[in-house]
């Protein structure tokens, strides 16, 4: 990145514009004990030239893998030249809050369509753009549940992402709701009985996730009438936003909210950010929903236009009363993710399909390894979970071979040792995953 310094005269002047004597002032509502008076151990200046020379022999050590089998709520996918070229364009790229109607046409635009998009995968009638990401998505879902119906009680289920859950449970702490969770039965699925079990008429909210952190496809049909028995709303998350293009929609089996990561849809990777919520939601809570709306209207000509609306819900209109804190968006994301949408089309579908084969041959060819088990029968989408002899060590040898192993279960949970959640997406090939089997194999 470029950059500027500051002189000695610069930070002098902007020290007297702001009313301060010294940078230390700025800084004076830090209690003492929590400053260190130098910081340690910095080795002596270095030239803006003498910098990027040391910078770019440190880059000379990085390695690059050449293929990842993980996924766990961060996908590899191909993005089309398009949604750079797209996002990098300066009326987009720049663009923030288009408060201002009459000059921010374009960008309302793209987030109506983005909308509509998220709208017509999902099932739903209502999206908005956007959400930080997948966790806070479900979070404010289980807050927007308690408050619509005064309630208190959250439930999740044990296969919702382990991050998404800790987020949730740092919302339910801070709204002073209960939040427990609903165990997985031998299928890798929520268990439906004890969810029955557990629900009661303090119930605000069921979350569930599906394809779920194992990869496995959720039973809608089993967990809706449980959820609604009680008067509870049904949160339907999901992992990779990719398989909307080819599972039924949660919307049509009766979810109230569906949200997830929408990093899939032309998003990178990125070191872990940013990413992208998707929300929608059921024209009843319309009103309720956090987050940006872009509506289409007519102006006294009666042309089409665009507008921010519903914006009484948000914190900058009613404060402490807002449904939510979230008060701007991922426009940039969302718009990443409408060109992704756009360029694929209907093929969405057939890059999902591509996924779900690509995954069922990296399972078979595991498993297919001595020490190497499925421990669920489920059916999966481009995830799944299998036992190996050592995790530690089978992604040891996969990273000496330049290949990114699988999420290890144990941390999380610790009833599954020896457990990988592997990925695979259209980015593999046949003879990469060979290749990957064939260094599993060296393991025992």
Known sequence: MDYTPHTPDDIATMLQTIGVSRLD???????????????????????????WRHMAA????????????????????????VVGHMIGRSEFYTAYTPYQAEISQGILQAIYEYQTMIARLTGLPVANASMYDGASSMAEGAVLAGKTLNRSRILIGRTV????????????AANDYTLTEIPYDTAGRVDTQALMAAMDDRTAAVCVQSPNFFGIIEDFRAIEPVAHGTGA????????????????????FGADIVCGEGQSFGNPLNYGGPYLGIFAASEKLLRKIPGRLSGMTVDLDGNRGFVLTLQAREQHIRREKATSNICTNEALCALAASVYLVSLGKNLRK??????YKARYLKEKLAALPGWEAPFSSPCYNEFVLNCPDPLKVNAAWQEAGVVGGYILAKDYP??????????????GKDDIDHAAAVAATVR
């Not at 002032?25 to 910098?51: G, K, M, N, T, V």
């Not at 992402?161 to 339910?172: A, G, L, M």
């Open 58 to 81: 440190l880059s000379t050590q990085n390695t690059v893998p050449t293929m990842t089998l993980m996924g766990a709520g961060a996908y590899h996918h191909y993005i089309p030249a």
């Open 351 to 356: 890059l999902a399909e591509l996924n779900v």
């Open 161 to 172: 992402h382990p991050e998404y859950r800790r987020v949730v449970s740092t919302y339910c």
């Open 233 to 252: 709303l049904l949160i339907a998350g999901f992992t990779d936003a990719t398989s909307l293009g080819l599972l039924k929609p949660a919307g049509a």
């Open 25 to 51: 002032d700025l800084f004076r509502d830090i209690p003492d004990a929590y400053r260190l008076p130098q910081l340690p151990d910095l080795p002596p200046a270095l030239s803006e030239q003498e910098a």
């Open 415 to 428: 009833e599954l040792q020896n457990g990988l959640v592997l990925c695979a997406t259209e980015m593999l």
